[in-house]
């Protein structure tokens, strides 16, 4: 099946990220993630187990070619910056070639005529009502991203300055008269496609932040992952890691436990468990005969010193 779009912003050369999402192009990178988090748990080769393989083909290759771009785009601060820029010069292009602009789909063609004071409000409950169905049938998918395009592509002509109230409007064009935009050049064969799964794209980015020393932050992703795939020991034995970077070696033990459980050959669990589990026994043992004075304060969860998340790592917390 073709993923290929040419109707709305995606006739100007231009990949309508927010249409991929279907969220408003004003929306936040906290709705963006919920909405990613929402497709990415339906397109996921488990979420249906009657469908067939051709099925979970088609809505694997929906996840890696355009969901997991968009949402790569849309994230990140710098790339969200530049590609908003681009979308608001797009809005005043289009305005200045309001005449060559045609739509199809009702919708469009309401908002396109819609009072100024209804904008808003008519652009995002359309979006939300087709956010509701947008994935369920994946043969449909590509039809419905244009329609959502559409949307965008009148929402961002009106709110560019140009009202579209005034019979007739040079925005609506009849379908059936308009002249057919150029065929754009076919593209070359495409190269063989790794299809990643929504969690590889987490756990690349856990990576980079555990790499940067940003815990925290790497802590957030491996969670979101591991609310997408539970049975993922790898998801496991990534967060085991940051916890123990953290000194929270309780919740590091847990995770390290649950990553051998689902695969015994995790590597990076096999690496870290046993020292991990004679540091606590050496804990643990030091302890004893102790009054309550001398170990009050030093539970491992909430270590701020070196202690033993130094003994692990060769050197002294910083």
């Not at 979308?87 to 009702?106: C, F, P, W, Y």
């Not at 959502?148 to 925005?171: C, D, F, H, Q, T």
């Not at 953290?246 to 051998?260: P, Y």
């Amino acid at each position: 099946m073709s993923l290929r779009i040419d109707r709305g912003l995606f006739k100007y050369d231009f990949i309508d990220h927010h249409a991929v999402l279907c969220v408003p192009v004003d929306a936040d990178v906290k709705d963006i993630r919920k909405r990613y988090l929402a497709i990415a748990r339906l397109l996921h080769p488990d979420a249906n187990g009657a469908a067939s393989a051709s099925e979970k083909q088609l809505a694997s290759e929906f996840l890696s070619k355009l969901v997991n771009p968009a949402y790569e785009k849309l994230s990140g601060e710098r790339t969200r910056a530049e590609y908003m820029i681009v979308l608001s010069q797009m809005g005043k292009r289009l305005v200045q070639e309001a005449t060559a602009v045609d739509i199809h789909t009702n919708l469009a063609k309401q908002l396109a005529t819609a009072p100024e004071s209804n904008i808003n409000q008519l652009y995002k409950t359309a979006i939300a009502k087709l956010a509701e169905t947008q994935y369920q049938s994946l043969q449909q998918v590509p039809q419905v991203i244009a329609q959502i395009s559409e949307l965008n592509l009148v929402y961002l002509m009106r709110n560019a300055g140009k009202s579209l109230a005034a019979p007739p409007p040079p925005l609506i064009q009849p379908t059936v008269n308009s002249v057919p935009p150029k065929p754009n050049p076919a593209p070359p064969p495409p190269a063989p496609v790794n299809e990643d799964s929504a969690v590889d794209h987490y756990l690349r980015r856990a990576q980079t932040l555990i790499d940067k020393n940003q815990f925290a932050q790497a802590q957030v992703e491996l969670q979101d992952a591991i609310k997408l795939e539970p049975k993922n020991s790898r998801c496991h034995s990534l967060i085991a890691l940051v916890y123990l970077k953290q000194n929270r070696l309780k919740m590091a033990k847990i995770h390290f436990d649950n990553a051998l459980k689902l695969d015994p050959n995790d590597k990076t669990a096999l690496e870290w468990k046993p020292k991990l589990d004679k540091a606590l026994g050496q804990q643990s043992g030091g302890s004893k005969g102790k009054s309550p004075a001398n170990t009050a304060g030093k539970q491992s969860d909430n270590s701020g010193g070196g202690g033993l998340f130094g003994g692990l790592f060769g050197g002294k917390k910083k």
